[in-house]
Each structure stands twice: as C-alpha cells, then as structure tokens.
C-alpha cells in the first residue's frame, strides 16, 4: 500500500536525511517528495511511502514520531484518498447558458430529435450518447484477487475501468451492478438495459457462468458485446507474447504455448492464441470442466510437468504464487507468468534458470486493450467483437512496442488509438461492421 505522511521538520541541514533514514529502516520505499511550506525554523513536507500494509504504516507512523523535532501531522492511505466522493461524474458535453440553449437542447427542439429517432431508429447513435457509451456490467463475483465480493464492493474497480475509456478514448463508461448471481437474472437484466448503450463490457463474472452470460448477450443484442477479463487480457497477453517471441528470435506461430491456468483469463488466452493461428497449445488445469472446455476449443491438456517440459512459451494465470520452480525452467524458454501480485515465478528467477525471456503481470494489464478495441467497435458500428477484431488489436499493440519492452506504453492514448483503428478496419474488412450504427463522434 502507498500512504502519505505530512510531517513537521526542523528546518536544519540533515533533518530530511534523518527522516529518510527512518523510513528505510522501518522497510518503507520513498516515493512523491512534497514541500507544503518552509518556515525559519520549521518545514512541513508530504512523503509518499510504499508499505506492505497498516500495520506497516502505524509503525512508521510512530518510528517518525520518534524522531526528535518530527511530529506526524496526519497520514492517509492513498486508495482511499483517491477514492474519496467516487471517481466518476456525469458531465454535460454542451453547455446550457442562454434560454435559446434550452430550447435547443430541451424541450420544444429535442421532440423533434425524439420523432425523428423513431422514425429511423438507425440516427440514434449519432444524436444521442448511444454512439460513444458502454455499460459496465458486474455482478461482483470474481473480483481482481478478491473473489466474490459482490456488486457494490465491485464498484470501486468498474468506476477505474470507466475512467480508463474516458480519459483514453474518449467514451462514457457506466458502470452496471446487478445483483444476483442467475445466469438467467443477470442476461435478462443486461437486455434490459443494453438500449441505452452502444456496447456491453462484462467484467468480474465468475467462471464458467461469464461465458454463458457472454455468449447469450452476444446472441440476444445488436451490439457488441466482450468479458474484459478473458478476451481483453487475452489480447494483451496475446501482444505481449508476440512482442516477447520477437526479442528472441521465436516464431510464436511455429511455437509450442503452454498454459497454465484455465480460469476465464487463461482460457481466454489460450483460445485466442490457438484460433489466432499457433499450431499447438497445451494446457493443464485440475478443474475437469476447465479440461472439457479447453479440448472442445481445440487446446490440449497435459500435466504441468509436460507443459514445461513442452512449450517454447508458457503463460500462467493459475492464482498460485511459486507454482513454477527454477528447476521446471527449460533453457530458451519465454516465461510470462501473470498471477498477481505474486507470479508463479519471479521473472529474475526464471532468468537465471536459463529462460531467455521472463516477465511478471505487472506489465501485462488489460487497460491496455478494452479501451481501443470498443472505441473501433463503435467507430465501426460494428454488431460484434469478433476474432479478427482481437487479433488486430493484438498486433497492432505489438507493432508499437519498443525493443526491450513488453507492451506500449499504457497512458499513451496514441497508442489506443492506433488499436481502434485497427479494430475499425478489422470489423469494416470481417464484415462485422454496420455503417448505419457507427459512431460519428468520437
């Protein structure tokens, strides 16, 4: 956790080096330095600390405190400063200054607009907010590394995925609670409210009912429907190998992936590299089902043992830390192992075990696909997110990764919007798109 402290300093040469020295020996990592103010005897300055959790924090609280001439002013863990009031707001796009203002935007003139959409249904998307809206659908069962949580304790997270698409591409992302956990209830609720939005983004679903929920929206609506958490990861992570291969010299095509791990993230991940062209994947998952599925989508199954004995690139999602030991390591190999916040082995591990490239999930976030891959959905007026959309994604965020890196660079709106005009044309080439529904706002 990150907290900051603002503290009282005697305004002398070393006392900052003292309080630094503090924070080090108590196991705290510095970050943001902020100097509030500076008197003639006294300065009082903010220090953001990464600690391991509150108990962390009360004790830097008082190891600061016992530092002669330091006093803690406050300090606040800084999630829940973020967090304070909630981090969305609804915001109209034109102001309403004047009385004609309201005459255009309000009534007499939006019952003209309002005739006029149901006259041709087709207009809406571009006279309305339809054009440039998602829904983020949850039910709060499988939340990050939380688990079932429920709806409202979700919120947080779908109201971060909301300022993800505002602020890189531009579109106004609603967060959806609903609470049950029918498959039956949740599809039927999705439809009910999927007017209102140009696409439908489901997010923490348990397994394996996201994929019938899925698969029923996709059926049941006329616009594009995609779980984040198995074809969004599995998009980066898809990128992420591509990108990886390459520094190696691999040809991922002509590779052998291993998986391990079929929860949503995984089977996502495998299923999209399999369709995506890889000739071989084999996975391993204790869950019979998770089996089932897998070799339905034609990904083989095998023991972990085989699976790193196998593949020229594994991905794990297992959610079990340390899960691959140094010894499984097979020279040569690509190691992307993706449980956060700790892998199944260390990337420094796995490179000392001989892989030639290894990396954690912290890199691998799937910010960096949902955004850009719904903004070309909806550029393209698109009814789906088909398979060709999400390998476009993937080698188009491949193709503007650096040499040395994994994935582009996450705030670089660029770079998402590089990725939706990739999908755009995807759709537009797939067939997937529809000219009547696209977006012309954006």
Not at 294 to 303: D, F, M, V
């Amino acid at each position: 956790m990150d907290c900051t402290y603002r503290l009282r300093i005697p305004h002398r040469a070393g006392q900052l080096a003292k309080v630094a020295t503090r924070i080090a020996e108590h196991g705290g990592l510095i970050g943001d330095v902020k100097t509030v103010s500076v008197a003639k005897h006294e300065a009082l300055r903010e220090i953001t600390v990464e600690l391991r959790d509150k108990r962390h924090a009360d004790e830097l609280a008082a190891g600061l405190n016992d530092l002669e001439g330091v006093s803690v002013a406050w300090f606040h863990d800084r999630a829940f400063l973020a967090h304070d009031g909630g981090k969305l707001e609804v915001v109209a796009r034109r102001p309403i200054e004047t009385n004609q203002d309201m005459r255009d935007v309000y009534t007499p003139g939006v019952a003209r607009v309002c005739e006029a959409i149901a006259e041709f249904p087709a207009i809406a998307p571009r006279f309305t907010s339809l054009g440039r809206s998602v829904a983020i659908c949850t039910n709060g069962t499988r939340v990050l590394g939380l688990g079932d949580i429920g709806p409202l304790a979700s919120l947080p997270v779908m109201e971060g995925k909301a300022m993800f698409y505002t602020q890189l591409v531009g579109i106004s992302a609603v967060p959806i609670l609903i609470d049950t956990k029918d498959p039956d209830e949740f599809v039927e609720t999705v439809v009910r409210i999927a007017p209102g939005f140009g696409g439908i983004h489901l997010e923490d679903i348990s397994a394996p009912d996201c994929f019938e929920i899925e698969r029923r929206l996709i059926d049941a609506l006329p616009q594009p429907v995609m779980h984040d958490d198995v074809h969004g990861t599995a998009v980066v992570t898809f990128s992420a190998a591509i990108a990886a291969c390459r520094q190696v010299d691999i040809r991922l095509d002509a590779a052998v992936v291993g998986q391990i791990g079929l929860g949503a993230a995984g089977f996502g991940i495998a299923s999209l590299i399999h369709d995506a062209g890889v000739k071989r994947v084999i996975a391993t998952d204790p869950n019979p089902a998770a089996q089932e599925q897998a070799l339905a989508a034609g990904i083989e199954i095998g023991t972990l043992d085989e699976v790193m004995a196998t593949a020229d690139v594994v991905v794990a999602t297992s959610g079990r830390p340390g899960l691959i030991t140094p010894a499984m390591v097979r020279p040569g190999q690509v190691i992307l192992a993706l449980t956060n916040p700790i892998p199944e082995i260390e990337p420094d591990d796995a490179l000392a075990a001989g892989a030639a490239f290894a990396a954690d999930g912290t890199s691998v976030n799937n910010v960096l696909g949902y955004p850009g891959i719904f903004r070309g959905a909806l550029l393209a007026g698109a009814t789906k997110i088909n398979l060709e959309m999400k390998r476009a994604a993937a080698w188009a965020l491949a193709g503007l990764t650096v040499e040395s890196e994994l994935v582009p660079d996450v705030l670089d709106p660029q770079v998402h919007e590089t990725v939706a005009e990739a999908v755009r044309q995807a759709a537009v080439d797939s067939g997937a798109a529809n000219p009547a529904r696209a977006a012309t706002h954006l």
